[in-house]
């Protein structure tokens, strides 16, 4: 039998409801927040990411799938969504109505990563990305946008790491001072983190050997070298959560794996997903818009990992997304005939609804109606085809009513009605 590609997955319907469900809170959620959204294809020039997230990430080095494209040049499948993002900003001038843009996109990323549990080479996001305002008052309003997403979705508690990475400008003494500190004991460094001395010193600080991260413990943070204009940035920044009341720690050496980075960084962290500890991450990227082409345009944003939150979720509770608000215990063809137009009328309200039409005895359509852990079911046997009626029995309390088949369905939507308003 042919099997899945390594590291790719299927997200069977159990899980699908809990993804279908975080997408919907995430839409109505940024949506309230003024976000809409855009939807970039999978497909881009190897050169966007190049340009982006730069030559000397370990995204681009050695996880991209590129391949070459009909004319000789290369095609890459994205393996973010930033990058994408921009370049939609830039080519079709959203900039030109309104250089303020706040979009979201969800949709698939592709990482050539060792596969391991929450880490796979087709992941999801979720992306924010916010066009046009520089003001620190933004990145506090998004990353509190993304806490309270969170908190929607009943996922705490989260670690808060933040950090700034400052401007071109401040973060150049900093790469020295870091080349400066690690260059002395280079021996000690994994051969990539060598070669990332002279070309990028700051992606040694993502290095996860052992070895170099007990040598980049001691280097000075970034925070120690900001400016004026980025300090000040940073402590808005900083004042902001705190008056939001989100509680965050400031991680000196937190720079992410992608080189777009200004001023603020910040990644949402859980203990509950092993290894793979990180469910969001974001930043402010400034240069980004000019750097690929377009005007001169401040720039923030996030993605959250929905495979990880989706494990996290399903992990903790039993969500009862798919639970049938009522299910048919129908007996018979009589019963069958009156039950499924009452089904459909009651789907076609947008009831949760459960029927299967099967030869089965009372006993058995209720264990199956446990099963599912419907919240009513609608019992249709003999009795109540007599008495022209359905019993309506609600599980959790055991109590039962009949319900006239005349008016059924409006008696019904009724008593649910009723039931979740308590
Ligand atoms: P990132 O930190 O590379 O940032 O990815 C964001 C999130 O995607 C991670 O925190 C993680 O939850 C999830 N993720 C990443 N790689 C994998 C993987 N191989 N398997 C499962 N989940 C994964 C970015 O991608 C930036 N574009 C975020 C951003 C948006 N910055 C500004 N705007």
Same mark, same amino acid.
């Not at 009909?70 to 890459?76: E, P």
């Given at each position: 039998m042919i099997q899945l590609v390594r590291g790719f997955k299927d997200i069977l319907p159990e899980?699908?409801?809990?993804?279908? /469900?975080?997408?919907?809170?995430?839409?109505?959620?940024?949506?309230?927040? &003024?976000?809409?959204?855009?939807?970039?294809?999978?497909?881009?020039?190897?050169?966007?990411?190049?340009? $982006?997230?730069? =030559?000397?990430?370990? %995204?681009?080095? !050695?996880?991209?799938?590129?391949?070459? &494209?009909?004319?000789?040049?290369?095609?890459?499948?994205?393996?973010?969504?930033?990058? $994408?993002?921009?370049?939609?900003?830039?080519?079709?001038?959203?900039?030109?109505?309104?250089?303020?843009? !706040?979009? /979201?996109?969800? &949709?698939? *990323?592709f990482r050539k990563e060792r596969p391991q549990k929450g880490r796979y080479r087709q992941f999801h996001q979720i992306n924010a990305e916010v066009f046009g305002i520089e003001s620190p008052y933004m990145d506090a309003h998004l990353i509190f946008m993304l806490l309270s997403f969170f908190g929607k979705l009943a996922v705490d508690p989260l670690r808060v790491h933040l950090n700034s990475l400052g401007c071109p400008e401040c973060r150049k003494p900093y790469k020295e001072a870091i080349t400066a500190a690690l260059s002395e004991r280079a021996e000690l460094l994994c051969t990539d983190c060598v070669r990332r001395l002279d070309k990028n010193p700051l992606r040694l600080l993502d290095c996860k050997v052992p070895g170099c991260r007990e040598e980049v413990a001691h280097t000075p943070g970034m925070v120690d070298f900001l400016c004026d204009g980025c300090q000040a940035h940073f402590e808005t920044v900083k004042s902001g959560l705190a008056a939001m009341g989100v509680v965050f720690q400031v991680d000196p050496r937190l720079v992410r794996g992608l080189d777009y980075y200004t001023r603020t960084a910040f990644e949402i962290q859980t203990d509950e997903l092993g290894a793979q500890s990180a469910i969001a991450g974001g930043g402010r990227y400034d240069g980004l818009v000019e750097q690929l082409g377009g005007p001169s345009?401040?720039?923030?944003?996030?993605?959250?990992?929905?495979?990880? @939150?989706?494990?996290?979720?399903?992990?903790?509770?039993?969500? &009862?997304?798919?639970?049938?608000? %009522?299910?048919?215990?129908?007996?018979?063809?009589?019963?069958?005939? !009156?039950?499924?137009?009452?089904?459909?009328?009651?789907?076609?309200?947008?009831?949760?609804?459960?029927?299967?039409?099967?030869?089965?005895?009372?006993?058995?359509?209720?264990?199956?109606?446990?099963?599912?852990?419907?919240?009513?079911? @609608?019992?249709?046997?003999?009795?109540?085809? $007599? =008495?022209?009626?359905?019993?309506?029995?609600? *599980?959790?309390?055991?109590?039962?009513?009949?319900?006239?088949?005349?008016?059924?369905?409006?008696?019904?939507?009724?008593?649910?009605?009723?039931?979740?308003?308590?």
């Open positions: 899980e699908a409801t809990v993804w279908q /469900y975080i997408e919907q809170i995430a839409r109505d959620h940024f949506g309230s927040f &003024g976000f809409n959204e855009i939807r970039p294809p999978v497909l881009e020039q190897a050169a966007l990411f190049r340009r $982006s997230i730069g =030559e000397h990430t370990d %995204i681009v080095e !050695k996880e991209m799938y590129t391949f070459p &494209g009909s004319k000789g040049n290369l095609l890459t499948l994205r393996p973010e969504a930033t990058a $994408s993002v921009v370049r939609a900003y830039i080519q079709h001038k959203l900039y030109a109505s309104d250089p303020v843009q !706040k979009l /979201y996109t969800i &949709g698939p *990323m345009m401040p720039a923030i944003g996030f993605a959250v990992g929905t495979d990880r @939150l989706a494990e996290l979720i399903l992990s903790r509770q039993d969500p &009862g997304l798919r639970r049938p608000e %009522i299910f048919f215990a129908a007996m018979g063809e009589a019963a069958w005939r !009156k039950s499924f137009e009452w089904a459909c009328a009651l789907s076609a309200r947008g009831i949760r609804v459960e029927i299967d039409f099967s030869e089965r005895s009372l006993k058995a359509l209720m264990r199956r109606a446990d099963r599912l852990r419907a919240q009513y079911v @609608l019992i249709v046997g003999d009795r109540e085809l $007599s =008495e022209n009626t359905a019993t309506l029995r609600h *599980m959790a309390s055991s109590r039962q009513i009949a319900v006239p088949a005349d008016g059924l369905v409006k008696a019904v939507m009724v008593e649910l009605r009723s039931e979740s308003q308590q």
